[in-house]
């Protein structure tokens, strides 16, 4: 097998250079699709959306009032007008209003043509017959939306490029638009590669464990909005491992590994690797992550993640994530950060850099507070349950006191 090179600082590359190595290499395909709006939550623009007319296109009553002919000046308390006619939603007031006429209208209706004013319901009385009278002084608003409040015509409403959230797809929906231009997302390949995986349901032998990285990685990717294309589970073989790396560069975009990717007897994802296309690294100076590696199978973009499930999930959210909105031709978005104080005191050693899990808490003074629990180890998935926060604590970092301010990325998706 082709040999593999130490990267270039031999502890590995920071998250940072790795992530910069990453992206240079990437390119987004060519190529769109059109899909109808109910379908594009979360998907990518591949062209600049404009408004095609005014939205609303209309003056548009803000309360349930009375819509008052004239020019909009502030009417003294006891003026009258005589009532002539009703505009609700979808069914308005049929002609212009004149000077000391009024009409019933309701929220978002039409504001008839000649008035420049809505008088709220609240303000009024309705005596004898078809009279109206202002009971009490009114301000200066006018309660009238303007015609182009949600948009003007030839106005963006998105940008290339764009993620598509609830209120982007409802915004379209507003302005008419039924169907949304998007970028192809990336068909993703996962290979999940060991000796000791046996799959869930199925008896264990003694040494062995139930597979979960592969469930782990593909319910992450569909969190984050993709979905895997094919999934496989392949023993320490170099020459089945070599048939479905193979494979998955032909069926798709990506290929993922978790494992395989380390110095071990059995870690021939890396070599096989370096043999079916090239490994541009495979180090990371971090914790947990160190054994991931970065190249190409065949042409196709290539991760491998490491074999202990927390360090495969940290490093698909910080390298592989990031990747993946590149090949959609999305701007680049990271988990947002921000800065927390220690809860309880955390022992650590000085060493790597490390993504600690933690909850999110508020302190007795309103302050936002990190609270680690348990154990750290890679191997333990329930550190990631409920977690809401990865701690950025330093390389030269030692032992933390309560109350010290660390930063840190919050696990929490934008909703609209």
């Known amino acids: 097998m082709k040999a593999v090179a ?3 600082p031999p502890e590995g590359l920071t998250l940072e250079q790795a992530r910069r190595e990453v992206l240079a290499a990437l390119t987004p395909p060519e190529g769109r699709e059109t899909v109808p709006l109910v379908e594009a939550l979360g ?29 909009g000046a502030i009417p003294a308390e006891g003026r009258r007008w005589r009532l002539v006619g009703r505009s609700a939603p979808g069914a308005p007031f049929g002609r212009a209003l004149r000077q000391g006429e009024a009409v019933r209208i309701l929220t978002g209706a039409p504001v008839p043509a000649g008035s420049a004013r809505v008088l709220p319901q609240e303000l009024a009385e309705q005596g004898d017959g078809d009279t109206l009278r202002l009971r009490q002084p009114v301000g200066a608003n006018l309660w009238i939306r303007a015609a182009d409040e949600e948009a003007a015509p030839g106005q963006v409403l998105c940008e290339a490029g764009h993620r598509l959230g609830p209120a982007d797809l409802a915004r379209l929906a507003s302005c008419g638009l039924p169907r949304v231009p998007v970028r192809p997302r990336p068909r993703i390949g996962v290979l999940i590669s060991g000796d000791e995986l046996t799959p869930v349901g199925e008896p264990r032998q003694p040494g062995a464990i139930w597979e979960s990285n592969g469930t782990l990685l593909e319910a992450l990717l569909a969190r984050l909005g993709y979905g895997v294309t094919v999934r496989l589970v392949v023993a320490d073989a170099p020459e089945a491992l070599r048939a479905a790396l193979e494979q998955l560069a032909r069926a798709c975009d990506v290929v993922v590994s978790t494992g395989g990717v380390s110095a071990g007897d059995s870690d021939w994802i890396r070599p096989l690797v370096a043999e079916l296309g090239g490994v541009e690294f495979w180090k990371l100076f971090l914790k947990p992550g ?3 590696a970065f190249g190409q199978v065949r042409g196709r973009p ?7 499930p927390v360090a495969a999930a940290v490093t698909a959210l910080q390298l592989l994530w990031p990747a993946l909105q590149r090949l959609e031709g999305a701007e680049v978005q990271l988990l947002p950060r ?4 220690l809860a309880a005191p955390l022992q650590r050693s000085p060493g790597r850099p490390e ?3 933690a909850w999110l808490e508020v302190g007795p003074a ?3 507070q990190a609270r680690v629990d348990g154990s750290q180890a890679s191997s333990r998935i329930g550190s990631l349950q409920g977690a809401d926060l990865l701690l950025e604590l330093p390389a030269a970092s030692g ?4 109350g010290a301010t660390v930063w840190a990325q919050l696990l929490r998706l934008p909703i609209f």
Do not use: H, Y
């Open 6 to 8: 130490e990267p270039f």
């Open 43 to 71: 998907r990518v623009t591949a062209t600049v959306l404009l408004a095609q007319e005014a939205v609303p296109g209309f003056r548009a009553s803000i309360m349930d009032g009375f819509a008052l002919g004239g020019d």
């Open 290 to 292: 160190r054994p991931f």
């Open 302 to 308: 290539f991760f491998g993640l490491p074999g202990n």
């Open 338 to 341: 921000l800065p927390v104080q």
């Open 355 to 357: 993504l600690a899990r």
């Open 366 to 368: 309103g302050e936002l």
């Open 399 to 402: 032992s933390l006191e309560a």
